[in-house]
């Protein structure tokens, strides 16, 4: 059973910064493109950023210029840089690895943008 470990949410006020980091052990990290989404009350899970194994990566508009996505193979890691956080981001982020038929999230980190 395949889990990802999602880290590093939490409150932070408007303007300020978090990074979420997500392990991903027991499987080969370097094939999968990994994804980071986010879903608010009421609304549903929407992609924030992904990443392929090429480096090739896109993101939702409403973040562009503010969240930045990067993996590290060696560590089977995948990162979610966020910057000039809105309270609109206040959401649980969940992180996803997709390769061929596999399909992997994580459980969730919470993140909160409030004063």
């Not at 390769?99 to 409030?114: E, K, N």
């Amino acid at each position: 059973q395949v889990q990802l470990v999602e880290s590093g949410g939490g409150l932070v006020q408007p303007g300020g910064s978090l990074r979420l980091s997500c392990a991903a052990p027991g499987i080969i990290f370097s094939l999968h493109t990994m994804g980071w989404y986010r879903q608010a009350p009421g609304k549903q899970r929407e992609l924030v950023a992904a990443i392929t194994r090429s480096i090739n990566t896109n993101y939702t508009d409403s973040v562009k210029g503010r969240f930045t996505i990067s993996r590290d193979n060696a560590k089977n890691t995948v990162y979610l840089q966020m910057n000039s956080l809105k309270p609109e981001d206040t959401a649980v982020y969940y992180c996803n690895a997709r390769f061929s038929a596999h399909d992997y999230w994580g459980q969730g980190t919470q993140v909160t943008v409030s004063s």
